[in-house]
């Protein structure tokens, strides 16, 4: 039987390891699912199977909706309380207190995309969301979470050529990986800063 406190977030493409692995870890605690698209060329159907995979799992909370063509929407996300069940007097002069939550652990984790889909072209936003959360066990100090966006742009002028345009934090949001407080310090991961990629592929018949 999984253990309910238990969080396992899986990286999936949808093919047969990520279906074992997404089975190994849901023996074990509650599953967490994760997709990525980078224009590659069985794009479609890896997310028609990762979905597949979510559905039978019932892996936290999703949201597909195409309201009218060419438009489509989605959305995916978790939320999640830990907290400590014991007093105790930590290392590094942190005191513990029951129900206190437990450091970097953020409650929520979502995304949300929104895109255009034609014959010659697919455009999307994505919105990705973290929740804020404590950096030490004793909750006296936080990191205040983060928001960033994405965009996407693929370019089919014909059956075999395609052009992708992608910019990963539109914004140039300044936000950190990780954070947590040592030693009296915090300490960032940085995220990394805007970043922008131009793929240029070819398929054969």
């Not at 437990?102 to 034609?118: C, F, H, K, W």
């Not at 928001?147 to 914004?171: A, E, H, K, Y």
Request: overall charge negative.
């Amino acid at each position: 039987m999984a253990d309910e406190g238990a969080l396992a977030v899986v990286l999936m493409s949808g093919g047969l390891d990520s279906c074992v692995t997404a089975a190994l870890a849901h023996q074990k605690g509650r599953l967490a699912a994760c997709h990525l698209q980078y224009g590659q060329r069985s794009e479609a159907r890896e997310l028609e199977a990762f979905h597949a995979v979510c559905d039978h799992y019932g892996v936290e909370a999703q949201l597909k909706w195409r309201p009218w063509d060419p438009v489509y929407f989605g959305a995916v996300g978790s939320y999640a309380r830990h907290t400590y069940e014991f007093d105790r007097d930590a290392a590094l002069r942190e005191t513990i207190i029951s129900g206190n939550d437990v450091d970097t652990a953020p409650q929520i984790l979502a995304s949300a995309r929104v895109g255009y889909e034609q014959r010659f072209v697919l455009a999307e936003l994505e919105w990705v969301h973290m929740d804020p959360y404590f950096l030490d066990a004793a909750n006296t100090v936080k990191y205040q979470g983060h928001d960033l966006w994405n965009l996407r742009v693929i370019f089919t002028p014909t059956p075999s050529w395609w052009l992708g345009v992608r910019v990963n934090n539109l914004t140039d949001e300044l936000y950190a990986d990780r954070a947590d407080f040592a030693f009296g310090n915090h300490r960032y991961f940085p995220g990394r800063e805007r970043e922008v990629y131009v793929q240029l592929g070819y398929r054969t018949q």
